[in-house]
């Protein structure tokens, strides 16, 4: 059994900064790669930031050169750092994972529970 917990969201004032941890627990062989999503109340989830095993990014338009997404394979964690936020930023944001619990074993893909990330103007 993989769980993700995320932590590190709360209301925040425009202009400021955050950081979203998310820990993956259970049976993990591998993490391949991590995403960051969020969703606002009427829209779809939307993919924030991701990375992959081989430390690739990726970020979304709206969030690209103030969010930074890292891991630390060895804490089985992924991180979302965020600056300048904006009130759009509001949402739920969730971490996923692309887990394999065993050498041979398919890659799964896990979700966290969400996190509420509030922006005041």
């Known amino acids: 059994q993989v769980q993700l917990m995320e932590s590190g969201g709360g209301l925040v004032q425009a202009g400021g900064s955050l950081r979203l941890s998310c820990a993956a627990s259970?049976?993990?062989?591998?993490?391949?790669?991590w995403g960051w999503y969020r969703q606002s109340p009427g829209k779809q989830r939307e993919l924030v930031a991701s990375?992959?095993?081989?430390?690739?990014?990726n970020y979304a338009d709206s969030v690209k050169g103030r969010s930074t997404i890292s891991r630390d394979d060895a804490k089985n964690m992924v991180y979302l750092e965020m600056s300048s936020l904006e009130p759009e930023d509001t949402a739920v944001y969730y971490c996923n994972a692309f887990i394999r619990t065993s050498q041979r074993g398919n890659r799964n893909t896990y979700w966290g529970q969400g996190t509420q990330v509030t922006v005041s103007s």
């Open positions: 259970g049976s993990i062989f591998s993490i391949d790669g």
């Open positions: 990375t992959t095993r081989g430390g690739s990014t």
